[in-house]
């Protein structure tokens, strides 16, 4: 049987009702195959069936007291993946969607993005089904305090250093760190998206957004165009979201759409920015509330989209981000995106891409930015943040995203010039996963079976 064929089926037996991770690993495995073709040291050192085993994971009990005095309990997760190019590095996500094979897909992304961005980082994924929507403050105190109880004991600066993702943003990483120094007394770069005033970086909050605006800038760039004057449709309301919007408005991009998880926003006078970060970031409510103050604006809900169809891949657009979760962009919606002109998708968002809908966007070889690249802005402006806390300084916002530019730059170049190397120019999905794994695979050779 062809070897990646018997390693998906090897990974459905062995690690069961996984399909968001054997959907990553085959898609990795299968644009590796003129690799493993050229370079028989891949196969010879079994790195295939070493690489899709994590090496360590952690699954804990996180129990917490709710504000009735009720006693609730969470799974908690942290998937310490590859380590062969630097510490663990890597996200938490707190939603009620999480799974074991969610953070194992996640975490299995996190390797070849971290290889990706040229910086000394392994990969790692964690979070718990744990559901921050409606939970108090001190609710949400309690129970990251109790998550770090545990996780606390197998994390460290140069160990591995967790970060936000869906469901933890600043207020999260605040309580999760005031728990690891009560714990252990270490005032040290442990986490990362922490706010300013205590160890965070700024530019942070803004990275993974503009990174994958500069990405897609990058991509234009490369054919004679540009996303000055462009109509991007965007979906998610989170970080990732608004700090794309943000970015694109900057630069002279038209972003007209947002969503969550109830629905979506069509503002063709262009998202009111101010309004949305107000509802988001500090009021933390539903998008609704955004039609009510903002007259141009259209609400609909789920239940109105077009069968078998996100709604707002329908809004006609020349740039489209996704920015919101997993498989949230199919087969039918890549069609109709493409209908309708769209000639850049550049992906905030994990994986955001069924397998349909990026096999429609490679064959119609529009300029197409798969998420462990055009989302790796966050990651490496994390590493930056840690790079701060090591020498206890902190650099200014233009020096931080100048970096990050420059990190964008980088690995659009490396992702197109291993695409042009293996005879697909236009393949940037082909020349990320290359490229990433290239990295990581000589360096476990290098460190021997272990
Ligand atoms: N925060 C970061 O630095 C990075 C985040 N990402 C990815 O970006 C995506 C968004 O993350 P953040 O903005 O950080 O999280 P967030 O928690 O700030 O926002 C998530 C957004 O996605 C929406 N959402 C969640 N599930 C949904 C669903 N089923 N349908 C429609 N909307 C849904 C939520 O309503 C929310 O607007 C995720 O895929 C995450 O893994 C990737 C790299 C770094
Ligand atoms: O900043 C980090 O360490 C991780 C960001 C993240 O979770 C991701 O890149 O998906």
Same mark, same amino acid.
């Given at each position: 049987? @062809? ?106 992304? =996190? ?106 800038? %990058? ?29 694109? =408005? ?17 503002? @063709? ?40 169809? %996100? ?12 920015? +919101? ?33 990026? =096999? ?12 462990? +690249? ?30 990050? =530019? ?25 020349? +990320? ?18």
């Amino acid at each position: 049987m @062809p070897y990646v064929a018997k390693t998906i089926d090897y990974l459905k037996v062995s690690s069961p009702a996984q399909d968001e991770f054997y959907q990553a690993a085959e898609e990795v495995l299968n644009s590796l195959r003129p690799l493993f073709e050229r370079e028989k040291k891949y196969l010879k050192h079994n790195i295939i069936d070493r690489i899709v085993e994590p090496e360590r994971q952690i699954f804990f009990r996180v129990a917490w007291l709710d504000d009735a005095g009720e006693v609730r309990v969470n799974k908690g997760y942290r998937i310490q993946f590859n380590s062969a190019v630097g510490p663990y590095k890597g996200g938490l996500r707190f939603h009620p969607s999480v799974t074991a094979g969610t953070i194992k897909f996640l975490g299995f992304e =996190q390797i070849f993005k971290n290889s990706l961005s040229g910086l000394a980082i392994g990969g790692a994924k964690g979070g718990s089904n744990f559901d921050p929507k409606g939970k108090s403050d001190n609710e949400i105190m309690r129970f990251c305090q109790s998550f770090m109880n545990e996780l606390y004991r197998h994390i460290g600066s140069t160990i591995d250093v967790p970060a936000g993702d869906i469901g933890v943003g600043g207020r999260e990483i605040g309580y999760l760190y005031g728990q690891y120094k009560r714990l252990t007394g270490h005032y040290e770069g442990v986490l990362t998206g922490k706010k300013v005033n205590w160890g965070g970086s700024l530019a942070r909050t803004e990275a993974t957004g503009y990174g994958a605006v500069y990405f897609a800038e %990058n991509m234009l760039h490369a054919h004679g165009d540009s996303l000055t004057g462009k109509v991007c449709t965007v979906s998610g309301s989170g970080n990732v979201a608004i700090y794309t919007i943000e970015k694109l =408005q900057q630069l002279g991009a038209k972003a007209v759409t947002v969503s969550d998880s109830q629905g979506m926003i069509y503002d @063709p006078e262009g998202i009111d920015l101010a309004l949305l970060k107000d509802i988001k970031e500090v009021r933390r409510e539903r998008l609704t509330a955004y039609t009510a103050e903002r007259k141009s604006a259209k609400y609909t809900p789920v239940s109105e989209y077009p069968k078998g169809q %996100n709604g707002v891949w329908t809004v006609p657009c020349q740039a489209a981000f996704p920015s +919101a979760t997993q498989n949230e962009l199919n087969g039918k919606d890549a069609d109709t995106l493409l209908k309708n002109g769209c000639l850049c998708v550049s992906e905030g968002a994990n994986m955001p891409s069924t397998h349909e809908a990026m =096999q429609r966007f490679l064959a119609a070889k529009i300029c197409y930015g798969p998420g462990k +690249a055009a989302n790796a802005g966050g990651v490496s402006t994390s590493q930056l943040e840690m790079s701060q806390n090591a020498s206890m300084q902190q650099w200014r916002f233009e020096e931080v995203d100048t970096k990050l =530019q420059g990190i964008m730059r980088g690995i659009f170049r490396i992702s197109s010039e291993t695409a042009k190397e293996f005879g697909e120019p236009h393949n940037l999905v082909l020349g +990320a996963n290359i490229a990433g794994f290239r990295k990581v695979a000589d360096s476990m050779i290098d460190q021997g079976v272990v």
